[in-house]
């Protein structure tokens, strides 16, 4: 079945003038990046969300958020990016690589102009959105986080958190890449959290086709014209060969 999927997807892919990828945290846990959702090892099973993901969470207590980061962080810096975002990276031209994950994992593999729809946790900027954005020095501290040198704000992670707008400009991206592909991939999302997961409805309403890669069932199961039960670092190697 997955075999008979993977076949029928190559060749949509090779007849294809343009591709969209869509990326989500199953993307790098073959990394041994912990997704969000998965039962037991996802980070929301063990975490509360609103508390580690939230401003209100934040304002609450500033160094239990930013030691929760700086974990984060640290785990990320150490994860390589696996067969899955190499195989990504390696395709040249007519793929737009649009991804929900903050690990920075698919500019490492090489993929070039990565639209990050949920920001990227290396990056620090400023809490009152004063304007300022960091690269994440290797020597942040773990304890409190530092302040905004040029408004005195506390300085937080540059990722979405529930409840805040996507940079206007990256979703726009986002959007005009789904209304151009005509095959969107789908890979490694619970499909949940919206408005990523609005955007292979949106592919779709323009013709295109869409092909979803997960070990498990996704919210999105129904939307897809293919779905390859397999892992991104098993299945994108072959798939985009
Ligand atoms: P989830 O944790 O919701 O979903 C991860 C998906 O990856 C699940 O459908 C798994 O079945 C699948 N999966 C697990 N291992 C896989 C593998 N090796 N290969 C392929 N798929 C695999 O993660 P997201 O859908 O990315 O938001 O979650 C969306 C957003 O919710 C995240 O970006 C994050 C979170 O709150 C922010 O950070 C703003």
């Not at 041994?32 to 996802?42: H, I, N, S, W, Y």
């Not at 940079?167 to 990523?196: F, I, Q």
Request: aromatic share 6%; proline share 6%; glycine share 8%.
């Amino acid at each position: 079945m997955t075999a008979q999927a993977l076949d029928q997807a190559r060749a949509l892919l090779k007849a294809s003038r343009g591709i969209a990828v869509l990326t989500g945290a199953g993307m790098s846990a073959e990394s041994g990046v912990p997704t969000f959702r998965d039962a037991q090892t996802g980070l929301w099973s063990q975490f509360d969300p609103m508390q580690l993901a939230s401003e209100e969470g934040f304002r609450a207590d500033p160094a239990l958020v930013w030691r929760w980061y700086a974990w984060r962080r640290k785990l990320v810096a150490e994860a390589k990016p696996n067969a899955g975002h190499l195989a990504l990276a390696a395709v040249k031209g007519r793929l737009t690589l649009i991804t929900q994950n903050v690990d920075g994992l698919h500019a490492r593999a090489g993929s070039t102009s990565v639209l990050e729809l949920h920001g990227n946790i290396l990056r620090t900027k400023c809490l009152a959105n004063c304007g300022a954005r960091f690269d994440a020095p290797d020597d942040l501290p773990h304890g409190e986080p530092p302040r905004c040198p040029a408004c005195g704000d506390w300085l937080r992670p540059d990722v979405v958190w529930f409840g805040e707008l996507l940079d206007p400009r990256v979703l726009a991206a986002a959007e005009a890449a789904a209304d151009e592909c005509d095959v969107m991939l789908v890979v490694g999302t619970s499909g949940l959290v919206y408005p990523a997961a609005g955007l292979p409805a949106r592919a779709a309403r323009r013709d295109a086709r869409i092909v979803i890669i997960n070990p498990n069932e996704s919210d999105l199961d129904d939307q897809a014209d293919l779905v390859i039960r397999s892992t991104a670092a098993q299945a994108l190697p072959v798939l985009l060969d």
